[in-house]
């Protein structure tokens, strides 16, 4: 167990729709990631938020938002949902910025079916 | 614009030998580089971290090395088994951390 909480684990709607994923980091870590993996591919970088203030962006559409809320605990919003944004949506947090090597705990992912 | 490859989509190899793989990158200055394992449709699990200014640096049955001069790290599992068979990912560390795709390595009994 990485300490990692992200729910929903499983969700199914159709396009156009808009979907929130949620995720808790572990106890302690300040900055969160949000990834995107699609069947056989490799983790693709979104977001990144560090104490509330987003830190680094990655390859996030404008569909897509995120944020991290006071009690660490940061959502991605995904909305106009398309049949392409059907993945694996993973959340990792880690100790950076609080004297952490920067090592990444993954959640289990929330699995987004797009139909 | 900035790449990460792992030139092994996917490595089979015999169990009880080494298997070697490879993470290449451009126009990256990483302070430092991580490897994580990924079993199917679970999140991955850091394994190793190297920083820049280290050659080399083990646990167990892994080994690490990074040149950056070269641009490149390879990782290493020795006495290989089929329990180690996973997607093996490495990741760049610096203003943000990416990934690469992965090699996906089969040790067969």
């Known amino acids: 167990d990485s300490g990692v909480t992200q729910t929903p684990k499983h969700l199914i709607t159709a396009t156009g729709q808009r979907v929130t994923l949620r995720c808790s980091p572990r106890?302690?870590?300040?900055?969160v990631y949000w990834y995107q993996q699609s069947l056989d591919q490799g983790l693709q970088f979104l977001i990144q938020?560090?104490?509330?203030?987003?830190?680094a962006k990655g390859n996030i559409l404008e569909r897509f938002s995120a944020q991290q809320f006071p009690d660490l605990h940061s959502e991605l919003n995904l909305s106009s949902l398309e049949l392409g944004d059907s993945a694996l949506y993973f959340c990792a947090s880690s100790a950076y910025g609080t004297g952490g090597t920067g090592e990444l705990f993954f959640g289990e992912g929330s699995r987004l079916t797009v139909l | 614009s900035q790449k990460i490859e792992q030139n092994s989509e996917a490595l089979n190899i015999q169990e009880g030998k080494t298997a070697t793989l490879t993470c290449n990158y451009t126009?990256?200055?990483?302070?430092?580089l991580q490897w994580y394992r990924q079993d199917p449709g679970r999140g991955p699990v850091f394994l190793l971290l190297i920083r820049e200014n280290e050659k080399e640096k083990r646990k167990e049955r892994l080994k690490v090395t990074f040149d950056t001069t070269l641009k490149q790290s390879l990782f290493h599992i020795t006495a290989s088994q089929p329990a180690d068979s996973a997607t093996y990912l490495c990741a760049l560390v610096g203003e943000d951390m990416r990934f690469g795709a992965g090699t996906r390595l089969t040790v067969k009994p």
């Open positions: 938020y560090y104490n509330g203030e987003e830190r």
């Open positions: 106890s302690g870590d300040l900055s």
């Open positions: 126009n990256y200055s990483p302070a430092y």
